[in-house]
């Protein structure tokens, strides 16, 4: 089970940090991910993390300004939020890649996901 929170309303310019607590297993062999979905939109990636978190990938529109990271012995991984946009707003999902297949950058590449944090960037 996947849990996400720290979601809530921000000014563009401001920060956001997200959370996700994982439990019923231990996650810390698997990459995992954070996606978001804007109404009307595909859900789309924003930051993957290794198992280790010594490697991370991002989506070009978060690069630079989001970090993922992950602490193992608490079985949580984090997504940072710097300089929000208005275009940030979406609902984030945490996800985890167990089976290892598909694509890293799709969500078809993950097997497990949380039920979401709304974030919302005003202008």
């Known amino acids: 089970q996947l849990v996400e929170s720290g979601g809530g309303l921000v000014q563009a310019g401001g920060s956001l940090s997200l959370s996700c607590a994982a439990s019923?297993?231990?996650?810390?062999?698997?990459?995992m991910g954070w996606f978001r979905q804007a109404p009307g939109n595909e859900r789309e990636f924003v930051a993957s993390?290794?198992?280790?978190?010594?490697?991370?990938y991002y989506a070009d529109s978060v690069k630079g300004r989001f970090t993922i990271s992950r602490e193992n012995a608490k079985n949580t991984v984090y997504l940072q939020m710097n300089s929000l946009k208005p275009e940030d707003t979406a609902v984030y999902f945490c996800?985890?890649?167990?089976?290892?297949?598909?694509?890293?950058?799709?969500?078809?590449?993950?097997?497990?996901w949380g039920q979401g944090t709304q974030v919302t960037v005003s202008s």
């Open positions: 993390i290794s198992g280790s978190g010594g490697s991370t």
């Open positions: 996800a985890a890649r167990i089976r290892r297949s598909g694509s890293l950058w799709q969500s078809t590449g993950y097997d497990y």
């Open positions: 019923g297993r231990t996650f810390s062999n698997y990459f």
